[in-house]
């Protein structure tokens, strides 16, 4: 089985930054790729970013430049750095990973940015 825990959501103001960070332990391997989504209210969840084989990364154009994700293999970790955060990036945010086609997701953690 596969346990994703994430950690380093909270309140920030306009402009601030946060680190989030996504300690997966199980049937992890390096080329799995792992991410993070998001879910504002009333909106559906979206991809934010993502990193497959520890290499080749992807963003959603609205935080591309603002946000930075990356992966320590030897932790199992992978961390999302957000800079320049906006209102408009307050969501919870889900740590994810793939394996063999299976989505496995961790319990959220909420990111609040005032105004």
């Known amino acids: 089985q596969v346990q994703l825990v994430e950690s380093g959501g909270g309140l920030v103001q306009a402009g601030g930054s946060l680190r989030l960070s996504c300690a997966a332990s199980?049937?992890?391997?390096?080329?799995?790729?792992m991410g993070w989504y998001r879910q504002a209210p009333g909106k559906q969840r979206e991809l934010v970013a993502r990193?497959?084989?520890?290499?080749?990364?992807n963003y959603a154009d609205s935080v591309k430049g603002r946000f930075t994700i990356s992966r320590d293999n030897a932790k199992n970790t992978v961390y999302l750095q957000m800079n320049s955060l906006k209102p408009e990036d307050t969501a919870i945010y889900y740590c994810?990973?793939?394996?063999?086609?299976?989505?496995?997701w961790g319990q959220g953690t909420q990111v609040t940015v005032s105004s």
């Open positions: 994810y990973t793939t394996i063999l086609g299976t989505y496995y």
């Open positions: 199980g049937s992890i391997v390096r080329d799995n790729p």
């Open positions: 990193i497959i084989s520890g290499i080749t990364t």
